[in-house]
T-cell receptor, first 111, second 111 residues
Framework: NAGVTQTPKFQVLKTGQSMTLQCAQDMNHEYMSWYRQDPGMGLRLIHYSVGAGITDQGEVPNGYNVSRSTTEDFPLRLLSAAPSQTSVYFC??????????FGSGTRLTVV | GENVEQHPSTLSVQEGDSAVIKCTYSDSASNYFPWYKQELGKRPQLIIDIRSNVGEKKDQRIAVTLNKTAKHFSLHITETQPEDSAVYFCAAKIAASKLTFGTGTRLQVTL
């Protein structure tokens, strides 16, 4: 099993550009989430999904969209990048009542 | 929604001493409490977890305790070693829904 795979690992965007952060898991996990990590702020939930076709907002959803068309994939779309979205983004997945397994992260810089 | 507070934000201990990190949660319906360790530049890794029907769990030098009445849970690391130096996050989860994290504790183990 590859676990949770995130691409790209690094990305630089200009303000106003859009992009999609990819996340895929091969563990048949029902639950998937996107977190952003900023210094001193811990891990803040952006969006999450409890299964294919079902998504919901987390703590900081503004400026981001998600979809879950398959169990395996949970892409995160930045609609119009802003410097405030400079962060490290982690995708995570879990099965039932277990803890989340995290991907290796995407370091995004918006200039 | 759930709110998780974590203390202290930084902790420095000498090698061989014990370290204790404390968290409180707000939603009494939370029933799963994992702890994650994050080394610099890496993804969070699950190190131990506890469910609401258990008061204490131990895994070698790491233990977690839960007080449901007070809505407190704690991580205890005994005989600390330099490789324990990292940021530790507590989290709380309601059933199969989203995981809410504390803001993290930076543990430094000095020689």
């Amino acid at each position: 099993n590859a676990g949770v795979t995130q691409t790209p690992k690094f990305q630089v965007l200009k303000t106003g550009q859009s992009m999609t952060l990819q996340c895929a898991q091969d563990m048949n996990h029902e639950y998937m989430s996107w977190y952003r990590q900023d210094p001193g702020m811990g891990l803040r939930l952006i969006h999450y999904s409890v299964g294919a076709g079902i998504t919901d907002q987390g703590e900081v959803p503004n400026g981001y969209n998600v979809s879950r068309s398959t169990t395996e994939d949970f892409p995160l779309r930045l609609l119009s990048a802003a410097p405030s979205q400079t962060s490290v983004y982690f995708c995570a997945s879990s099965y039932g009542r277990e803890g989340y397994t995290f991907g290796s992260g995407t370091r995004l810089t918006v200039v | 929604g759930e709110n998780v507070e974590q203390h202290p934000s930084t902790l420095s201990v000498q090698e061989g001493d014990s370290a204790v990190i404390k968290c409180t949660y707000s939603d009494s319906a939370s029933n799963y409490f994992p702890w994650y360790k994050q080394e610099l530049g890496k993804r969070p890794q699950l190190i131990i977890d506890i469910r609401s029907n258990v008061g204490e769990k131990k895994d070698q030098r790491i233990a977690v305790t839960l007080n449901k009445t007070a809505k407190h849970f704690s991580l205890h690391i005994t005989e600390t070693q330099p490789e324990d130096s990292a940021v530790y996050f507590c989290a709380a989860k309601i059933a199969a829904s989203k995981l809410t994290f504390g803001t993290g504790t930076r543990l430094q183990v000095t020689l």
